[in-house]
Structure formats: C-alpha cells, structure tokens
C-alpha cells in the first residue's frame, strides 16, 4: 500500500490564480481531511469527509473548496490564491472518528 | 472555542534520559487522544494512542497517561535517542467537535549527545 498520496510536494503560485492540491489514499477509508501548518504551529483543519458525497468545513474552510466523487481521492482547490494562504498542506484519512489518521507527505505553497 | 494546547514549546533532554511532553486539552467531550511525531519536512507519524476509558497506555518505549480530572495528557519517552528528536503534537477527538482530530500546537524535542 502506497498509504496517503499527495501531489505536488512544492508549488509556487502567483496572488490570483488557481490550482488543485490532489490526495489518493489506498486503505479504503472513509475519513478523509485536509490540513495546513504554518510556520512554528500546529496543524489547521480546512474541510473534511467522512465518505464519497460527503463534505464539511473545518476551522479554515475560507478560500478553499473541496470534492470527493469517490472513496480514495480528496482534492484540495484553491480558487484565487492569496499570499495568505501560503502554508504546508497535509492530506489524511482514517476507517472512522476515535481511529488513527495517516498523513501525506505534505504539499508545500508559496503564494507570491 | 475549544482547544488543545501543550505546556512547553522546547524541550531539551540529554540523550538516554527519560522526555516528558505534556498535554492540556479543554474539550471534556474529547474520548479519544493521539500523539504524533513530525521530523523536518515530513508529515505527521503516529506514535500512540489513548481512549478515555483508560488512563495508561504503553507502547514501545512511550506510554501515555490521561488524567481526565484535570483534561491532561502526557507522553513519556524512556532512553530518548537523537532520533527522537522532533516536534510532537497531541490530539483529540470528540464527536461534539466534528470528525476530526484537533491538534495542538507541538513542542519540540532536541536531545543532546
């Protein structure tokens, strides 16, 4: 199993344009989620899926838009960056609540 | 709104000494606790978790303690080695907070040869 899978690792977008952060997972969870660390601090949740049709907003949902057609990818859009948004973006999914998420790799974004 | 917090940002512990990284955590819904280690450009590892129908948990060389009395959360590393070094995060869950884990904001681990 390839676990959590995210892509790009790096991007560089300019203020304004827009782009998709993708996420595969292949443990067949239901539970997926989108997060962002900044620097020195923990981890933000954006939006989140508790399975295929299913999303919600976390704490940081603004700026940001979310799908999940099937169970296994979850992509992250940004739909007009701002240099605010630049941050490290992790990707995880879990069977359920009160069970361990497993993270991607991270994405790291640089808004300019 | 409610949160999960860590006590101490650094700590600095020599090597084959015993780390303690605490936990204070607000939600007294919470059931469920975590604890990661996340290395330099690396996402979040899972080192050992806790439900609160426990108060103890041990793993290899750490355990975890909750003590729900005063909604604190530690995690003890016995002999910490330099690949210990790292930020750890606590985190919780409850299902009156959403779905999710909520973390804190981490604290560092260095130690020193």
């Known amino acids: 199993n390839a676990g959590v899978t995210q892509t790009p690792k790096f991007q560089v977008l300019k203020t304004g344009q827009s782009m998709t952060l993708q996420c595969a997972q292949d443990?067949?969870?239901?539970?997926m989620s989108w997060y962002r660390q900044d620097p020195g601090m923990g981890l933000r949740l954006i939006h989140y899926?508790?399975?295929?049709?299913?999303?919600d907003q976390g704490e940081v949902p603004n700026g940001y838009n979310v799908s999940r057609s099937t169970t296994e990818d979850f992509p992250l859009r940004l739909l007009s960056a701002a240099p605010s948004q630049t941050s490290v973006y992790f990707c995880?999914?879990?069977?359920?609540?009160?069970?361990?998420?497993?993270f991607g790799q991270g994405t790291r974004l640089t808004v300019v | 709104g409610e949160s999960v917090g860590l006590h101490l940002p650094t700590l600095s512990v020599q090597e084959g000494d015993n780390s303690i990284i605490n936990c204070a955590y607000s939600?007294?819904?919470?059931?469920?606790f975590i604890w990661y280690k996340q290395e330099s450009g690396k996402g979040p590892q899972f080192i050992i978790d806790?439900?609160?129908?426990?108060d103890k948990r041990q793993g290899q060389r750490v355990t975890v303690l909750l003590n729900k009395t005063v909604k604190h959360l530690s995690l003890q590393i016995a002999a910490t080695q330099p690949g210990d070094s790292a930020v750890y995060f606590c985190?919780?869950?409850?299902?009156?907070?959403?779905?999710?884990?909520?973390f804190g904001g981490g604290t560092r681990l260095m130690v020193k040869p």
């Open positions: 995880a999914s879990s069977y359920g609540r009160g069970t361990e998420a497993f």
């Open positions: 443990m067949n969870h239901e539970y």
């Open positions: 899926s508790v399975g295929a049709g299913i999303t």
């Open positions: 939600n007294s819904a919470s059931d469920y």
């Open positions: 806790i439900r609160s129908n426990m």
């Open positions: 985190a919780e869950n409850a299902d009156n907070a959403g779905n999710m884990l909520t």
